[in-house]
């Protein structure tokens, strides 16, 4: 056990996490660059955070070197894109701050404000499509038929299921009913996109089985209004709707992440909105990029039940190789999202035990790397804060990009189509005449 109590990893453990032999494992510990303690069975174990604070320094070393070389693998490819800006640790769309939008706007108006057309006028490149359908402004409406479908094929799904599940089902469910499905006209991408979003909620099932809430939030209510129900038991403040809100509209987009780019691709091929979205879904419920939010709640959880932030960390990294909740490829002072939001959580006094969960467990973190807290801690510490199921910030989450994905849908319907299809460079055996 390590000073804070947590389990120490053994040496097989903490090789696998540096993705290392043993023989270079042990190298280490003989030039004096990682400390173990001899075990009863003759090998080697290591306090968990100082094999992450080694591991942030080979990967700084590593990416002073990646900057002189070219990172391998990223980026694939660079794309133009007036969706998101990330300069300077701040992030901005379409040039407004992000966080601006936040404080000022509904999701819905935001989803606007970011789907609107582009100010460079570039031509399209739509090829044959149909007549473009009326656009319909804030119609985030949901069919009634059609939410019962979302909720019978989700009752179908095993008990290993994923809120993502549940929202893949609401979007294939959705599409299915969508005669335009097809149509990539900019109107009609923004109208099933409104759609989308509204079965992805109003599919969810409420959380609250008594009779003392009063009536649910209408059909025709604020996505903010009509989510809190499938967050939590409780009635929601005004406070908690403005936190959802700002939640949803700091989420919507962030440059070329992981599911955007598989949103893109399938676009490139002509697949339609609801497909895209689909893809880019499938590559979101991830411990590394969607679902980080779950494991930083527990992680907060566990500081405040135990009041060591220390065992906290100690015990997700004997889980995972990574810290959730902390470091991001592109912030390297602050994310701000995480900013904005803990902030929000600050000026509300039911948030006290969780923001000095937060502020115990980025100290600790801070002692061995410089990693930042990130989006995902803020999202934890949402759920843990509001009482919220344990994958509320994985919903959030997803709810709030689906409306980037359907930007960069009809971005990219207006490139020219399988551009994204990348080559690749054969490194096997050549084909040999002998057969």
């Known amino acids: 056990m390590t000073a804070s109590g947590a389990p120490r990893l053994t040496s097989a453990q903490v090789a696998s996490r540096l993705n290392v032999k043993l023989e270079t494992l042990y190298a280490y510990v003989s030039r004096g660059q990682l400390v173990g303690e001899r075990a009863e069975d003759g090998g080697s174990t290591f306090d968990p955070l100082d094999v992450e604070a080694f591991a942030a320094r080979r990967r700084r070393r590593a990416g002073a070197g990646d900057a002189r070389r070219g990172a391998p693998g990223r980026p694939i490819m660079v794309l133009d894109s007036e969706l998101a800006l990330i300069e300077n640790d701040e992030l901005y769309f379409r040039g407004r701050p992000a966080g601006q939008l936040a404080r000022r706007l509904t999701f819905e108006q935001a989803v606007e404000f970011l789907w609107r057309a582009p100010a460079s006028g570039r031509a399209s490149v739509l ?107 409780a009635a929601p403040t005004a406070a908690d709707i403005r936190l959802v809100n700002s939640t949803l509209v700091l989420c919507m987009e962030h440059d070329l992440a992981i599911s955007t780019m598989a949103a893109r691709v399938a676009a490139s091929a002509r697949v339609d909105a609801y497909a895209a979205v689909a893809a880019a879904l499938c590559s979101f419920d991830s411990t590394m990029h969607g679902a980080a939010s779950v494991a930083a709640a527990e992680m907060i959880d566990e500081t405040i039940r135990t009041g060591n932030a220390e065992r906290a960390l100690a015990a997700q990294l004997a889980e995972s190789p990574v810290i959730p909740g902390f470091g991001h490829l592109v ?45 995902d801690l803020a ?40 551009r994204l299809r990348p080559e690749a460079r054969y490194t096997g055996p050549r084909a040999s005449a002998d057969g």
């Open 379 to 418: 999202l934890g510490a949402f759920v843990v804060g509001a009482d919220l199921r344990r994958d509320a910030g994985e919903l959030l989450f997803a709810v709030g990009r689906t409306a980037g994905w359907i930007a960069h849908v009809i971005d990219e319907y207006a490139q020219p189509a399988l």
């Open 127 to 233: 090829g044959q499509t149909p007549a473009a359908p009326r656009d319909g402004e804030n119609d985030f409406l949901s069919r009634r038929e059609v939410v019962s479908a979302a909720r019978r094929a989700a009752r179908a799904l095993g008990p290993s299921a994923h809120v993502v599940d549940q929202l893949s089902m609401a979007v294939t469910v959705c599409g299915s009913w969508d005669e335009n499905r097809q149509n990539v006209h900019p109107a009609a991408v923004r109208s099933a996109g409104r759609r989308m979003i509204a079965t992805m909620v109003d599919a969810l099932t409420d959380r609250h089985s008594d009779s003392d809430r009063g009536e649910p939030a209408p059909r025709s209510a604020p996505l903010a209004e009509r989510l809190w129900p499938k967050l939590s038991c």
């Open 331 to 375: 912030y390297r002072t602050h994310d701000p999202r995480a900013r904005f939001l803990l902030q929000a959580m600050r000026r509300h006094a039911g948030f006290e035990p969780v923001v000095e969960a937060v502020d115990r467990l980025e100290a600790v973190v801070a002692l061995r790397s410089p990693r930042v807290i990130n989006l």
